[in-house]
């Protein structure tokens, strides 16, 4: 079963691109494999683009459907448990098995909070015991 993260930004004006960029870097320091999954492309673009440029210092390794790249966007699922798996998704997702680990990154206004709390729902309705995350 995997561990379900919640991370909500309440008072934080950050941007869920801009939190995933953040949190995946934090990640990589446990030398992780990250998928991005994300079904809509314009999202895919800003990941990309954030990635190369969120922080001058230093450079996160990723690309578009790229497997062998320790952080992969795709809008598919991977195939195998070793990834940590960041939905941008609008709903949960029903693999729970499938994973180690789901992080869902809830953006501070009302809608994506809307959103936020079906999925938590949903992935209690599914066995799990999501932790929540308040920055």
Known sequence: MAK???????????????SAC?????????????WLHCPDLNTQQQLDEYLWSFDPSSFL??????????????????????????NFNSQALEQVTQFSHIIEIIENDESAK????????????????????KL
């Open 114 to 133: 809307q959103v936020g709390r079906e999925k938590y729902k949903a992935y209690r309705h599914m066995g799990t015991q999501p932790q929540t995350y």
């Open 4 to 18: 379900i993260s919640f991370y909500l930004f309440e008072k934080s004006p950050e941007r869920q691109v801009e």
């Open 22 to 34: 953040r949190l995946c870097r934090k990640i990589l320091r446990n030398t992780a494999k990250i």
């Open 61 to 86: 390794a990723h690309g578009i459907d790229q497997v062998d790249a320790p952080i992969c966007i795709s809008s598919k699922l991977p195939e195998s448990s070793e990834w940590i798996v960041f």
